[in-house]
């Protein structure tokens, strides 16, 4: 099978990277109970920097934005340097790292937060069996709608998560705008409710997707923030009658910002909305003119075709990463990929099991 697009090196802005191969975003959750990365992180993606260019676990913008257990966060200077010893042992493999941002929104619960409900756009509860909790599994809630005047503050928290993402080394940041978390929320007619200026019609929806990124731009270049969207996406209980109409507008205004890099979530193996045909990657580059990514169920062929045809410029693979750490050097020589990872540990607080522990190739065939 041939592969020399996926190897091939690309210009992206003012860095280099060595294939088009990106590892996803994956949340993993070993970052202990203060969120604070650590060696075995360190280790994790250490492992897997053959990949052109690593896109971290999300890591919440504040206390706020937490709902998942020991996830990271780059909310406080401590986590800050220790996500420094990641970006740096990345780097030393010749690697790219971005930060991805996160804020739950909706899909959190108040055991997060002291009692106090989860925010969101609008009151809407995820209509699913539970969540888990620093308490164990429970229902979900109603969130709290965020006020207007609440927003500022919000976006303020973005913007300081850049400035530390920046002081820690990283290579850029990807807003996290897909699966049903905060940014998605608002921008989806079926969980933005709103009838001040952040909702209402398309470009409403937009605005605080836009006002975040005019709020990180003034850290950073444009060129460093990328911006990721699950048009398709059924997780989190999404998926809104006009998703065509919303994404091609965000997608259109997003390219006039001039912003580093559009991923979508173009495949459907995460799930499906059904709510009409999915949009493609095709669709997205007829109104986005800047590098795009594309994910989801991508196995090798796959992915090597759609960067042939032009669809993608870079392609993220997310499961394949989690049990072949060479991920590459496999494509690079035709090795066959690892089975797939046990789901117990991909989002569980496991430590290594499951995380640091898969072999390379070369080494499981000693
Ligand atoms: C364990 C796990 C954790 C994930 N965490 C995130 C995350 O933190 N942020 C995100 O945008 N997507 C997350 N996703 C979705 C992946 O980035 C990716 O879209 C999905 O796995 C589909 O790609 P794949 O078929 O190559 O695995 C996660 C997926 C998995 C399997």
């Known amino acids: ?77 401590e986590m800050a340097d220790a996500w420094k010893t990641v970006v ?71 913007r ?23 940014i998605d929320t608002f921008l989806q007619s079926k969980t933005n409710l709103r009838t001040d200026q952040y909702g209402g019609s398309i470009e409403n929806r937009f605005r605080f997707l836009k006002e975040v990124f005019e709020a990180v731009a003034t850290v950073w270049p444009k060129q460093k923030i990328g911006v990721r969207l699950s048009p398709n996406g ?36 995460f799930g499906f909305h059904e709510l009409g045909e999915p949009m493609t990657l095709k669709d997205f580059r007829n109104v986005y003119h800047g590098p795009l990514m594309g994910n989801c169920g991508y196995d090798v062929a796959g992915a090597e075709a759609a960067i042939a045809r032009g669809d993608a410029d870079l392609i993220a693979f997310g499961r394949p990463f989690i049990s072949n750490p060479d991920l590459v050097d496999r494509i690079r020589n035709g090795w066959p990929l690892a089975e797939p990872a046990d789901m117990s540990a991909w989002y569980t607080p496991v430590g290594e099991t499951g995380y640091t522990d898969f072999s390379t190739y070369a080494d499981s065939t000693k």
């Open 1 to 77: 099978m041939t592969t020399e697009h996926l190897l091939t090196p690309f210009d992206f802005h003012d860095m280099k990277i060595k294939n088009r191969i990106v590892m996803a975003p994956m949340t993993r959750a070993r970052a202990g109970q203060q969120r604070v990365p650590n060696e075995l992180m360190v280790k994790y993606y250490s492992q897997r920097a053959d990949a052109g260019m690593i896109i971290t676990e999300a890591t919440t913008v504040s206390q706020q934005a937490n709902g998942w257990n020991e996830s990271p966060g780059i909310y406080t200077d």
């Open 88 to 158: 740096d042992a990345v780097h030393a493999k010749g690697s790219r790292i971005i930060l991805q941002l996160w804020h739950c929104g909706r899909a959190s619960h108040s055991g997060f937060h002291g009692g106090k409900p989860a925010v969101a756009p609008s009151a809407i509860k995820i209509n699913g069996e539970y969540i888990h909790t620093p308490q164990g599994k429970q229902p979900y809630q109603t969130p709290r709608a965020l006020q207007t005047d609440e927003i500022p503050s919000v976006i303020e928290d973005y």
């Open 160 to 182: 300081q998560a850049v400035m530390r993402a920046k002081s820690a080394g990283f290579d850029g940041v990807e807003i996290h705008g897909a699966n049903g978390y905060l």
């Open 234 to 269: 059924v997780f989190n209980d999404m998926g809104s009658p006009d998703y065509r109409e919303q994404f091609t507008y965000v997608a259109q205004q997003l390219n006039a910002l001039q912003l580093g890099y559009l991923h979508v979530m173009d495949g459907l193996a």
